[in-house]
Structures are given as C-alpha cells and as structure tokens.
Nanobody, 126 residues
Framework: HVQLVESGGGSVQAGGSLRLSCAHS??????MGWFRQAPGKEREGVAA???????????RYADSVKGRFTISQDNAKNKVYLRMDSLKPEDTAMYYC???????????????????WGQGTQVTVS
C-alpha cells in the first residue's frame, strides 16, 4: 500500500504564500496531483505533474490557480510540492495529494482518475 503524506498547510493572510509537500514511497515517475475540497463543495483538481512522451515532465493547472500555484517534484526526496503564492480566501480548503493515476491523458485534474490519496492538510486564508 502506497502511503502519501501531506504537510505544510496552515493559516495565512490573503496575499501570502505556503508550500505544501507530499511525501510518497514510490511514484517517482508517475502522474501525481494536488486537489482541494472546501466544506460543502466537490473535490477540485488544482495541479498535476505527469510524464510526456520524451520522458520530460509537464504540468497542468486549474484556471483558478494558474500563475499563482506551482507544482514541482523532487525525485531524490520522493516528494511533490505545491507552491502557493498570492493566496486568496477562496483558496481555503483541505488539500490532498493523489497518486496512481489511471485516467485518460488530459484528465489529470479529475479526481476519479486517481487511486491513492493522502489524508490532507488544511489551508486557511483570511
């Protein structure tokens, strides 16, 4: 069973920054994603990082976070990061890391495509 452990959440004022980390055991070369879920709302795909045909990695972002959030990966540390800048109150949510993507290419921001999930880390922006 693959374990995904998120960290780095917290409370921050609007305009501030946070960096979330997701530690994993083996998904170095696989598609991984960050999702968020606010109370009363559906889980939303925020960012994903995935391999392309030549072995490079590419990224995909939700429109609501483009230009503010950056997903990255450190294979040596088995970690995926989500750098969040210019945070807004509407970014407040529980943030989840996801792995073992089994969906179609292009659907990396769809939660239904992922099999493994972490427990989440809370981000509160006021």
């Amino acid at each position: 069973h693959v374990q995904l452990v998120e960290s780095g959440g917290g409370s921050v004022q609007a305009g501030g920054s946070l960096r979330l980390s997701c530690a994993h055991s083996r998904y170095t070369h696989s598609t991984m994603g960050w999702f968020r879920q606010a109370p009363g709302k559906e889980r939303e795909g925020v960012a994903a990082i995935y391999a392309i045909y030549n072995g490079d990695r590419s990224t995909r972002y939700a429109d609501s976070v483009k230009g503010r959030f950056t997903i990255s990966q450190d294979n040596a540390k088995n970690k995926v990061y989500l750098r969040m800048d210019s945070l807004k109150p509407e970014d407040t949510a529980m943030y989840y890391c996801a792995a073992d993507f089994r969906g179609l290419m292009g659907s990396e921001l769809h939660a239904s495509g992922y099999k493994d999930w972490g427990q989440g880390t809370q981000v509160t922006v006021s």
